[in-house]
């Protein structure tokens, strides 16, 4: 108690350090607060490293060793779609840099255009998966009770995907192993869509917070790392671009 | 700039213009690797896809990720994360080739 009292006079009697509201009292600068929650961040995303890791190897084991199955199934994904996506989040990554930028700088209504416009663009990604998706459902193409492998043991009945590539019909046992690929291609795509929708909420909720100032007052830090969460997907998406819709796409 | 420096004390602020030239690289590249996938190399289509990937994801990580202006923990943390991750796929894929049951 009369330690606590001691140490109380001390720092009283000590000149106040001056720092920013947001500073936590155990930091001894706003520099080290950052680069510690920073620090943080990183290892978070590296645990998400991992655990997309098991995907792709999955992935680089069962493409290696059924790949006719994998090629077809591959030319069965719209390439238009897939380019198109690619781009949208690109560009999502872009105006999440830039809000960033709008909240060093403190401009506010330029982080609520950046952040808007990620949300916005996050969600047109969305649509376009889902475009997609319903594709896959109703060719029977989602993996499980309704599968079919038609268009892969008699290609010729697809004719929309034949006229392109002109694939050769697969023997039964590797046309199964196309609801491998279709598999993993949901695994893949659902687990990157599911961290879309909880990063649109997050900026959903830093959209409300920026309109009451609350990012543009020098304290940048869950902008800082909501955009690194932000552009780590964008990198998965990178690698599942040309991994699932760019097998062997001459003919 | 200078001010807005200062403010953030050794915060480093990527500017603008730097964003804007990786986006517009990102968006080039996209395209490359899709016009690309159209022209049979044999085996080396995979490479020059990844080769485009990895390239890609770089620019994002030092640029966008601010990992070229970082504190060397967090550039360390990257390095050891990417490391250990090839390991684990190479070891995955060095068990995986010489068992009997694969297809290898």
């Given at each position: 108690m009369s330690d606590s009292t001691a140490t109380g006079h001390a720092v009283a009697a000590e000149p106040h350090h001056e720092h920013p509201p947001y500073q936590r009292h155990h930091f001894e600068t706003v520099d080290q607060q950052f680069d510690a929650t920073n620090f943080a961040m990183w290892l978070f995303l590296l645990t998400e490293v991992m655990f997309f890791g098991g995907l792709f190897t999955a992935y680089l084991i069962l493409?290696?060793?059924?790949?006719?199955?994998?090629?077809?199934?591959?030319?069965?994904?719209s390439i238009f779609w897939g380019t198109a996506n690619t781009a949208v989040l690109i560009t999502s990554s872009?105006?999440?840099?830039?809000?960033?930028?709008?909240?060093?700088?403190?401009?506010?209504?330029?982080?609520?255009?950046?952040?808007?416009?990620?949300?916005?663009l996050g969600l047109i990604f969305l649509g376009i998966k889902s475009i997609e998706y319903h594709e896959k459902w109703v060719k029977h193409h989602v993996p499980g009770f309704h599968y079919s492998e038609q268009s892969f043991v008699n290609p010729s009945t697809d004719p929309e995907v034949y006229k392109e590539y002109h694939d050769a019909p697969l023997a039964v046992d590797m046309a199964n192993k196309t609801e491998l690929y279709f598999f993993l291609y949901f695994a893949m795509t659902g687990m990157h869509a599911l961290h879309m929708i909880i990063g649109i909420g997050i900026l959903g909720f830093m959209i409300m917070r920026a309109?009451?100032?609350?990012?543009?007052?020098?304290?940048?830090?869950?902008?800082?790392?909501?955009?690194?969460?932000?552009?780590?997907?964008?990198?998965?998406?990178?690698?599942?671009?040309p991994l699932l819709y760019l097998i062997s796409r001459h003919t | 700039m200078n001010n807005e420096e200062k403010e953030v004390e050794h915060h480093h602020i990527v500017s603008p213009r730097?964003?804007?030239?990786?986006?517009?690289?990102?968006?080039?590249?996209?395209?490359?690797?899709?016009?690309?996938?159209?022209?049979?190399?044999?085996?080396f289509n995979a490479v020059v896809a990844l080769a485009i990937a990895v390239f890609k994801a770089m620019l994002?990580?030092?640029?966008?990720?601010?990992?070229?202006?970082?504190?060397?923990?967090?550039?360390?943390?990257?390095?050891?994360?990417?490391?250990?991750?090839?390991?684990?796929?190479?070891?995955?894929?060095?068990?995986?080739?010489?068992?009997?049951?694969?297809?290898?």
């Open positions: 493409r290696n060793w059924y790949y006719p199955a994998f090629v077809e199934g591959s030319h069965q994904l872009f105006t999440m840099a830039m809000g960033v930028w709008c909240a060093e700088t403190r401009r506010k209504s330029a982080l609520l255009l950046c952040l808007g416009l990620t949300f916005f309109k009451a100032g609350a990012y543009t007052t020098g304290h940048v830090t869950f902008v800082e790392n909501f955009g690194l969460y932000w552009h780590f997907v964008d990198i998965i998406w990178i690698f599942l671009y | 730097i964003y804007v030239a990786i986006g517009c690289a990102l968006l080039i590249l996209t395209a490359t690797t899709a016009a690309v996938s159209y022209i049979d190399l044999g085996v994002v990580v030092l640029f966008f990720m601010h990992i070229k202006y970082s504190t060397k923990l967090t550039k360390l943390t990257v390095i050891s994360g990417v490391f250990i991750f090839l390991g684990l796929i190479s070891m995955t894929m060095a068990d995986y080739m010489s068992r009997a049951w694969g297809r290898w």
